[in-house]
């Protein structure tokens, strides 16, 4: 079964925000411990990848359980919400989890991540933090976590973020957004990148800037 996919509205902060998700299941399984989450909310969007621990239909259970907390909560601040699934995993097998919410009214983005879901930030314009790195805490949502920093940055128009699981190889940071579409970027990652095993699943996320 391939991950749900939340569609972002037509109008409204959220449509700010372009994004494309590319994944596959363990030898072609049914079902995938991956799951992307993208949610629209007052001031802009909240997008998520959650990897449950293993694969197969338990994980997939632990990914559903995060994504109940997005969809009830979009607008809290990440590292609110990363408790809040925590609380909720704990009797799932638990799950890695990394969450970034973008607020487009300020044109930022808050980021958190627990486990080793990459995260990227690719900026549009070249210069000398062209790239940011996700700063990830060990530990795992539903068992155990870390103190908890959230880490806000600033984004401007036709900057990426990027979110993979360990089914990606961690070679696809090598990989520059250039003019190709946020889906035809999860795509050719998945393509270029994806192990044989292991789930895996890679979420694409672009800023467009503040509205004109």
């Given at each position: 079964?391939?991950?749900?996919?939340?569609?972002?509205?037509?109008?409204?902060?959220?449509?700010?925000?372009?994004?494309?998700?590319?994944?596959?299941?363990?030898?072609?399984?049914?079902?995938?411990?991956?799951?992307?989450?993208?949610?629209?909310?007052?001031?802009?969007?909240?997008?998520?990848?959650?990897?449950?621990?293993?694969?197969?239909?338990?994980?997939?259970?632990?990914?559903?359980?995060?994504?109940?907390?997005?969809?009830?909560?979009?607008?809290?601040?990440?590292?609110q919400l990363?408790?809040?699934?925590?609380?909720?995993?704990?009797?799932?097998?638990?799950?890695?989890?990394?969450?970034?919410?973008?607020?487009?009214?300020?044109g930022s983005?808050?980021?958190?991540?627990?486990?080793?879901?990459?995260?990227?930030?690719?900026?549009?314009?070249?210069?000398?933090?062209?790239?940011?790195?996700?700063?990830?805490?060990?530990?795992?949502?539903?068992?155990?976590?870390?103190?908890?920093?959230?880490?806000?940055?600033?984004?401007?128009?036709?900057?990426?973020?990027?979110?993979?699981?360990?089914?990606?190889?961690?070679?696809?940071?090598?990989?520059?957004?250039?003019?190709?579409?946020?889906?035809?970027?999860?795509?050719?990652?998945?393509?270029?990148?994806?192990?044989?095993?292991?789930?895996?699943?890679?979420?694409?996320?672009?800023?467009?800037?503040?509205?004109?």
């Amino acid at each position: 079964m391939a991950p749900t996919v939340t569609s972002a509205p037509s109008s409204g902060p959220g449509a700010r925000i372009d994004w494309g998700v590319a994944g596959c299941a363990l030898g072609g399984a049914e079902v995938s411990g991956d799951l992307h989450m993208v949610v629209a909310h007052a001031s802009g969007m909240l997008v998520g990848v959650a990897d449950g621990l293993g694969h197969g239909a338990e994980a997939a259970v632990a990914a559903q359980a995060a994504a109940r907390i997005f969809a009830s909560h979009p607008g809290l601040p990440v590292d609110q919400l990363m408790v809040l699934c925590h609380e909720a995993l704990r009797r799932t097998r638990g799950a890695v989890l990394s969450i970034a919410s973008f607020d487009i009214t300020a044109g930022s983005v808050e980021w958190v991540g627990v486990g080793n879901v990459e995260g990227i930030l690719i900026r549009g314009e070249a210069g000398p933090r062209a790239r940011e790195s996700l700063l990830l805490r060990g530990g795992v949502v539903g068992s155990r976590i870390p103190p908890l920093r959230a880490v806000t940055l600033r984004v401007d128009a036709g900057d990426t973020l990027i979110f993979a699981t360990d089914g990606i190889g961690r070679q696809f940071v090598t990989t520059l957004p250039d003019d190709r579409s946020p889906q035809d970027l999860a795509d050719d990652i998945l393509r270029d990148h994806g192990k044989d095993t292991d789930d895996a699943l890679v979420l694409v996320v672009r800023y467009r800037g503040a509205p004109p």
